[in-house]
DNA sequence: ACTGGCTCCTGAGGGC
DNA sequence: TGCCCTCAGGAGCCAG
């Protein structure tokens, strides 16, 4: 599932095929993604393509028209750059055929991803205009992760998921970061000592950064591939490794499904 | 303002 | 080998 990484990896992959090119042609071959693709997504062949930003993970392609064409990947979404010629798989559904004879290729076969024609400031779109700061730039702090937890009930690998607080931070990497930073998953947010979100806020960066590093070279040839992951696995010390042992002390890692997730823990490196 | 639960969808994987 | 069942999962939305 594309997480924070992957959607920078993706970015930084197409971009180069993508900026300062004109749109031939839009095909979309199926419209009920999450939200129906915008209807007027046809109003973009002719237009130029100025360049692909990330927000969340959500990748957007600023228009020359004022417009911007928001991309989400869902969870098991993919975008590739591909010849037109090439035979259309079962779950590409729209395909952007650019001028410099590439075709850029939206695969999904969950269809939890999204394709929509933004008219106006993106950043103003209710899909966009609450989402917490990105998690390794400025805007993310040690003191704003303190104000996320304060007074807050939840489990705090609940309150770290939510893109409302600060964005990106997916379920694989929300167990990641708490084992790195020894909490247990569970703990009410509010209980969370200063120190311990201390910890928390840098094993977040350090887990998304390596990653990103990680998805830079595995998925170095994803323009040819499904781009499907599995690259991170032997990085990963707690996600899916349920009954196995701790890469630190050998205890068997724990499993629980907590706010509807499968959820990781070590129950002797992590405590509340 | 919070919180927890439901929902969309398909493919993978386990059990038999 | 094949069928059936369950589950995973981003994130919006809704009800309490």
């Known amino acids: 599932m ?3 990484p992957e959607v920078e990896t993706t970015r930084r992959g197409i971009e180069p095929h993508v900026a ?9 071959r199926r419209r009920d993604l999450r939200q129906p693709v915008s209807r007027d997504i046809m109003k973009l062949v002719g237009c130029c393509i100025l360049g692909v930003s990330r927000r969340s993970k959500y990748l957007l ?3 020359d028209d004022g ?9 098991s979404g993919s975008l590739r750059v591909s010849d037109p010629a090439e035979e259309w798989k079962k779950h590409d559904h729209v395909g952007i055929t650019l001028a ?3 075709q850029l290729r939206f695969h999904d076969p969950r269809r939890f991803g999204l394709v929509l024609r933004l008219k106006g400031d993106p950043m103003e779109h209710p899909l966009l205009k609450n989402l917490g700061p990105e998690p390794l730039e400025r805007g993310f702090t040690v003191g704003h992760l303190e104000t996320v937890c304060a007074g807050r009930a939840s489990a705090i690998k609940v309150v770290i998921m939510d893109a409302k607080q600060v964005v990106g931070v997916g379920n694989i990497y929300a167990s990641e970061a708490l084992f790195h ?20 806020f840098a094993s977040i960066r350090k887990v998304l950064a390596a990653s990103i590093k990680e998805g830079g070279t595995t998925l170095r040839d994803f323009l040819n591939s499904d781009g499907q992951p599995g690259y991170f696995k032997q990085r990963l010390f707690v996600y899916g490794r349920k009954g196995e042992p701790c890469r630190k002390c050998g205890t068997s890692i724990c499993h629980e499904v907590l706010g509807q997730r499968a959820t990781y823990w070590c129950p002797k490196c992590q405590k509340s």
């Open 20 to 28: 300062g090119v004109k749109i031939k042609e839009l095909i979309v």
């Open 2 to 4: 594309p997480e924070l």
């Open 61 to 63: 392609l600023s228009i």
């Open 100 to 102: 410099s004879g590439k």
């Open 181 to 200: 930073a020894g909490i247990l998953p569970q703990t009410p947010a509010a209980q969370v000592s200063k120190s311990q979100v201390g910890k928390l």
């Open 67 to 75: 417009s911007t064409l928001l991309i989400h990947l869902g969870m």
